[in-house]
Antibody, heavy 123, light 106 residues
Framework: EVQLVESGGGLVQPGGSLTLSCAGAGFTFNNFAMSWVRQTPGKRLEWVSSIDGNGGGTFYADSVKGRFTVSRDNSKNTLHLQMNSLRAEDTAIYYC????????????????WGQGSLVTVSS | IVLTQSPGTLSLSPGERATLSCRASQRISTTYVAWYQQKLGQAPRLLIYGASSRAIGIPDRFSGSGSGTDFTLTISSLEPEDFAMYYCQQYHASPLTFGTGTKVEV
């Protein structure tokens, strides 16, 4: 059974930083691209970032480009999202999601999702 | 690509047929549309990918169709557990985008 468990969320002040992690189990982690998708307080879903199976390709939404960095440690089956210069509009539940293929552009949907990690940006 | 879902809310009874619409602001390749179900307090769950292929474990009362700019999710006969929020998503072009959502309520 595929399991994705996020950690690292919390309350942070505007301009601050936070790193989310996602531990994967039940599948061969390095064979699949992974994504981060967030859900705003208004329930809108937004794609944030994705990374290919070997970490060679990384992709970002314009709203986070230059502020967020996605990475993975395949030896530890872990996905990370480093978030800097956080803004109030980054407040959301952040979901880690598994893609169906090695390359992100071979299948840009999510066939498994974690339970999410809440990030609140507020002073 | 902006995805607009309609209606915003669909009020139906168990056993009835639900038809959910997803309209794209520009043409999408047929194979690059997915549908998700989300229940309150839970993560989204993949229902349909490639516009019409059911994900593993999804009952056959769920079906997807459409092409170009108009896509549809149909639930042939609503079960009590189907009352939830539904989102479409396109992966034809970056950035990936999701629809505004349709709430199916009793």
């Amino acid at each position: 059974e595929v399991q994705l468990v996020e950690s690292g969320g919390g309350l942070v002040q505007p301009g601050g930083s936070l790193t989310l992690s996602c531990a994967g189990a039940g599948f061969t982690f390095n064979n699949f691209a992974m994504s981060w998708v967030r859900q705003t307080p208004g329930k809108r879903l937004e794609w944030v970032s994705s990374i290919d199976g070997n970490g060679g390709g990384t992709f970002y939404a314009d709203s986070v480009k230059g502020r967020f960095t996605v990475s993975r440690d395949n030896s530890k089956n872990t996905l990370h999202l480093q978030m800097n210069s956080l803004r109030a509009e980054d407040t959301a539940i952040y979901y880690c999601a598994k893609c169906p293929a090695y390359f992100f552009f071979s299948g840009g949907y999510a066939n498994h999702w974690g339970q999410g990690s809440l990030v609140t940006v507020s002073s | 690509i902006v995805l607009t879902q309609s209606p915003g809310t669909l009020s139906l009874s168990p056993g009835e047929r639900a038809t959910l619409s997803c309209r794209a602001s520009q043409r999408i390749s047929t194979t690059y549309v997915a549908w998700y179900q989300q229940k309150l307090g839970q993560a989204p769950r993949l229902l349909i990918y490639g516009a019409s292929s059911r994900a593993i474990g999804i009952p056959d009362r769920f079906s997807g169709s459409g092409s170009g700019t108009d896509f549809t999710l149909t639930i042939s006969s609503l079960e009590p557990e189907d009352f939830a929020m539904y989102y479409c998503q396109q992966y034809h072009a970056s950035p990936l985008t999701f629809g505004t959502g349709t709430k199916v309520e009793v």
